[in-house]
C-alpha cells in the first residue's frame, strides 16, 4: 500500500510539470499513473485524490503551486515575470527620454539698402513637456531680447559715424517672446521643424527726441515767433502673435503658412527742419589789388533742427506668407512670398497705409559643433514698398534686406521676424 501511494503522488507531480509547461498536454498527463493498478482491484484507482495527504509532506521543490493541483483545473501562474525589455509600440521609460534644458543666445546685425540698421542680442530658455512617443509634446521657448536700431546704417550703431545731431536718436527697447512648438514624433523621417509653431510676444522701448518746439511769447506779436531747444522721451510698445505650419509634403520639402498680427504704439520724428545762423567772425576773402590790404568777409555759423514735436501712431499689422523648407534634420534652406499690411488706427500717423510685397530666403551658412542648437543663417528679402500718406502723396520703392542671424532654426524665436 506505501508503494502504491507513492507511485500516486509521483504521478501527480508529473501532472503538475506538464500542465506548467504546457497546457495543451495537461491531459495526457496520466498515462504515468498507470502502472498503480497492479497493487490494488479497480476502485482504488479512482482514489488519486490522494492529493489531500500532499499537503501533509509536500516535496520541497513542489513550493506553493502544489496546492491547486487538481486534475483538470486551472493553475494560477506564480508570479508576473517583467520582459527585459518594453514590447513593440510600448513607451519607453521616462528616465531613458528625458527632457533636457536648452540655453538660447539668438542674434541678429540687419541692414537694409535704405540705410536703416538694426542689432539684437537676446537670451532664453528652451524647456520640452512630455515624453518622445507622445505625438502631441510640446516644447516652448522663452526669449528676452535687446535691440537697438537706428536710421543712418551700421556705421552709426556701433558708434563709427559722426551723423549730425538732427538724425533720429537710436531707438533702444527690450523684447520678451515666446513659442510653443507642437513636436510630432511620429512622423516620418527626420523632419528639421514640428507641424505647428506658435509665438506671442511684446516689446517695450524707450527713444529720446530732440526737437525745436515753441518759445516764449513776444510782447510785440508783429515780430516772428520765437523757438527754443526741447526734448521728450518716448515709450513705444507692441504686442502680437505669429502661427507657423509646416505640412508633411515630400521626402526633402515641406509646405509653409505663415500668419501674424501686432498691434504697435509709436513715435515718428517730425521731417520739418528749422535752419539759422549766427554770427562767427570774419573769414579772409583775399587781398585788395590797389591797397594790397587783406579783406575780410562776415562768417555766419549755421545749425538745423527738427521742427515740432514727434508724433505718437497706432498701427495694426497683419502678415502672411507662403513657401517651401528643405525639412531634413540639417535644413539648408526656406524660402517664402508674402505681403505684410501696416493700417493706421489714428489721424497722428505719418502714413494711412503702408503696404510690403516681401520674399524671403534663409540659407545656412554654418553649423555649429555637434551637440550645440545653432547654426548661422543669412536671410536676403527683397521687398516692394507703397506707402499711402496721411498728405495724399504715394511712395513706390523697392529695398533689400541683409540679415545675419545666429539662431537654432530657419524660424525666428521672436513673433516679428517669420
Known sequence: MRTSLLLLHTAALLSLSLSLAAPARAQGAA????????????????????APSAPAAPPPDAGPAAAPAQPGAPI??????????????APIAPAGTGRELVYLVPAEVTGTSGGAALARVGFGVLAGFGEVTDPTAWDVSTVLEAEVATEDGLATLIGLSSADETAQAPIGSLRLSASFARLDFEGEGSSAYPPLILYVGGAVGRTR?????????????????????????????SAGAAAVYVGEGGKKLAPTIEGQIAFDSRWTASTDTLQWCEPAGDVVAGVDPITQSTTFAPASRCKREVLGAPRKSQELTLTAHAGIVDKVANATFRAAFGARVAVALNDEAPDDVRISLRAPVYVTLARAPEGTKYRGLIRLMPALSIDRRSTGETDVGGMLEISFLGQRAMFSDNYTDL
Open 76 to 89: 494560477a501562474p506564480i508570479a508576473p515575470i517583467a520582459p527585459a525589455s518594453p514590447a513593440g509600440g
Open 31 to 50: 498515462p504515468p499513473s498507470e502502472p498503480a493498478p497492479p497493487a490494488p482491484p479497480a476502485p482504488p484507482a479512482p482514489a488519486p485524490p490522494a
Open 209 to 237: 527726441f530732440s526737437y525745436l518746439g515753441p518759445g516764449p511769447g513776444r510782447r510785440d506779436t508783429s515780430l516772428p515767433p520765437t523757438y527754443e531747444p526741447r526734448e521728450r522721451i518716448a515709450v513705444p510698445w
